[in-house]
């Protein structure tokens, strides 16, 4: 049985993500924002399941489509909104923007653009953790189009031979860009990639939360018990292009309607009464999930901007020359 | 006469290159897009790379030659290397130069050395067409320049226009050298036009261009940065002083003769380049002209580049970041007075 507190926690962190990711897609049409959006509806699920089995100080890495990692990672929803507005009081102080929303204090190691280079940074986390003897969980989140790439594999090496407890979260939403995962695999199921590693790996339905928090606990006990890494495949859709303004023309419509079925937040919902939510339990969660998102927007939208100057903090080494600082 | 952007001037040399020589081949992260949903109708082709540059070339050519790729940089530039020692003339995309970390060893140790290392036996014409360049909110990992990464390595040619008339005419000339060669686009210009003549020829890799002829300043332009120069040169005309701009075009190799010319004629120097200044295309020309024109110069050459930093997202930082027209101005004063 989840603890009830835990359930709520659960439920208010998937509505936020959700109201948090089609407000995201609001002023994107606005255009009121600055840079690249890439949005998780579709993701929450795996997002606040995960994150639900982990305490805080664990160590999670994200990449560029990183707003449900960071909400269900406890980051503060204002600083993450301010930093997405290029403000000064945004969670990288402005100098990452959506892509990057990133806090150390909060147990990110970093969202990173480039495809595939969160595993590694984690397997040094763990590395860490190891040597020290510490005990905190260390999870990588990527997505299905970075199994292909080389520093995936050579941290999935590197993890088993060095008998490695991280949690390797692959989250198959269908898509890479504009390429369907289904024509991209090699293999019958992605996570059989890690049969070339000996790794144990389990496949879960990315949108059903509380089977995503029951698959990731295990996995993390049984890691955590045998010294292996664990391979996490979660199924889901993306129902976001891959940024937007993306015209998803690939993404045919029966796919979608048929994703739909399975929306996690529908499932979210459909659930409420077997965890113990009654209609206005789960309205009143709705609601102030929505109002917390309102209220971090409206509070990004008065920060100030930083100085243009301010792009010359944390630089530790200076060019000698004024013009070219 | 046409009026092209540099988008499809881009796309007009790659289908010209395509219809000339059946040994040009495409590969790229969803350089067509929509696999694996040939199925439903009109989904193919939906992406032709992240700007729509390549789109139209899978619906013609057809997937043999034109082929999306997953996202493994090192996997399919390595192919590209050995297709290109066997006979054919890949080109292959890095979606962003930012990339270029997850696929260098592949440039830079092989392309490169190739012909060099295994005695003059074997060539490796292939070209690598990446985007490079700030001013789009895309943050640090997006919108950086690295001209100098690949200049710095013998063997690879490095190729930057700033119009679509360079666009075509050098990507043309890019495809049928028999050497590697970086062919980087700025996403800034790719809905920039100009005049290209629909019959345009090959522009030789090595020439630069004089952009505007002036008698009192030389400023040597990379890329975008011409645009900034031109505008700089327009203000100052207005208080009488000339300026001439020098586009090199080409880094590597390099027009120094056409620079030195210039220099000679001015005395004064301002190189303007998007970059970090450290070891950048910029100090590499600022050393050259105090090798070469020491006894032309009236003053120093000044550099005018990005700080010694990663690239911010917030837009009033990325504006310090990248050079500015002002600042091109204020050196040209500077420089008028001694
Ligand atoms: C090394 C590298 N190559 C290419 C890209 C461009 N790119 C960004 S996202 C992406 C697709 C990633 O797909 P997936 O791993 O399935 O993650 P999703 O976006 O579906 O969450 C690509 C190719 C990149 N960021 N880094
Ligand atoms: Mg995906």
Known sequence: MIEKKKINWIYKKIFTIRFFEERIKKIAKEKTVPGYLHTCIGSEAI???VMAALNQDDWISSTYRNHGHAIAKGCELNEITSEIYGRKTGICKGRGGSMHISDFSKGMLGSFGIVAAGPAVVLGAALQE???????????FFGDGAIHNGAFHEAAGLAKLWDIPMIFVCENNGYAEATATDWHLNTKELSDITKAYDMLSYIGDGNNVFEVYDITKKAINEAKQKNTPI??????????GQYEGDTQLYQPQE???KAKQNDPIKLAKENSSKYGLNKNDLEKIINEAREEVDKAFDFADTQPWPQPEDALEEVYVNYPVEINR | MT???????INDALVQSFEEDKNVILMGEDIAGGKGREQYQGTQDAWGGPFGVTQGLYTKFGGERVRDTTIAEAGFFGAAIGAAMTGLRPIVELMYVDFAGVCFDQMMNQAAKVRYMFGGKQKVPMVVRTVVGAG???GSEHSQTLYSLYTHIPGLKVVAPYDAYDAKGLLLSSIKDDDPVIFMEHKRLYMTSCEVPDDLKPIPLGKGRIRREGSDVTIIAIQRMNLFAEEAADELKKINISCEIVD???YSPLDEELIFQSVKKTGKVIVVDESNPKCSLASEISSLISEKCFSDLKAAVIKITAPHTPVPFSPPMEDFYIPSTKKIIDAVKKLKDV
Not at chain 1, 231 to 240: Q, V
Request: glycine share 2%; net charge positive.
């Open chain 1, 47 to 49: 997002c606040v399941g």
């Open chain 1, 255 to 257: 796919e979608i309607d």
């Open chain 1, 130 to 140: 190891k040597i020290n003897k510490s005990n905190k969980t260390c999870v990588s």
């Open chain 2, 248 to 250: 090199p075009r080409t």
């Open chain 1, 231 to 240: 391979f996490l495949e979660f199924k889901n859709y993306r129902f976001s």
């Open chain 2, 3 to 9: 009026i092209k952007t540099v988008k499809d001037a």
């Open chain 2, 136 to 138: 789009f909110r895309a």
